[in-house]
């Protein structure tokens, strides 16, 4: 097991431990800088934290909030992770419209991820060749070892210099727009949330195989990286216990 790995009963418990873990890490990062930065991930187990979130007072009026990656549909289709995250978190929470910082999934692929590239440079104030460093980057991992929108075999997985791209997904034979390696690798702070039976197998390779991000993408930034926590349900984790 991974030093930074915390195993709990359930996916409700291990989402409300990766929350409360978030309102930590914003806090200290609030007590010495303007404001903090927010990437989030969707899913059925990141919906329970979202709710959890919505239920805590907090100072949202300095919190930007961003998406680690998004499929390419419109903000109101079932799919989007933006729509996900408005009902369960940014709605309830009266999280302030102007620090929410989406993905155009409705425009084509890479007018979308160009737009959000343009965003991020925009609020985080960065020069034309510079990575933007998230405080807080949330993410999760599919039966498949993909994070983000990084799928085993993803050319992407080698760039380290571009902040976002569109990237087609066969699997699923859609677009997305994703973070790349190079942004997820410099966030201050990771925190991986997975649960259920299907990433038990997932987690044992990407905790016990060698690096190697194009076959287990959930690599980027956890294989011995500094900052990462692991916030899993027992069923998740139970080959690596």
Known sequence: MSLNSLVYADAQSASSACAARIFELLTEALESQP????????????????ADMAKTRFDWSRVHLFWVDERGVPPTDSQSNYKLTKENFIDPAHFPTANVHRVQGELAPETAAQRYVDEIRRVFG??????PRFDIVHRGMGPDAHTASLFPGESLIDD????????????????????????LEA?????????????????RAV?????????????????????????LDKAAARLVE
């Not at 380290?160 to 942004?183: C, D, M, S």
């Not at 016990?208 to 916030?231: C, K, L, M």
């Open 126 to 131: 960065l020069s034309a060749s510079a990575l």
């Open 187 to 203: 966030a201050r702070h990771t925190l991986m949330l997975a649960a259920g039976p299907d990433k038990a197998e997932p987690l």
């Open 160 to 183: 380290r210099t571009h902040i976002a791209a569109a990237v087609y997904v066969e699997k699923f034979q859609q677009w997305r727009v994703t973070l790349l390696p190079g942004v």
């Open 35 to 50: 404001f903090a930065t927010l990437a989030v991930s969707g899913g059925t187990t990141p919906k329970l934290m979202f």
């Open 207 to 231: 905790l016990r195989e060698p690096y190697d991000p194009h076959r287990y993408p959930s690599q980027i930034a956890t294989y011995n990286g500094q900052g990462v926590t692991w916030f």
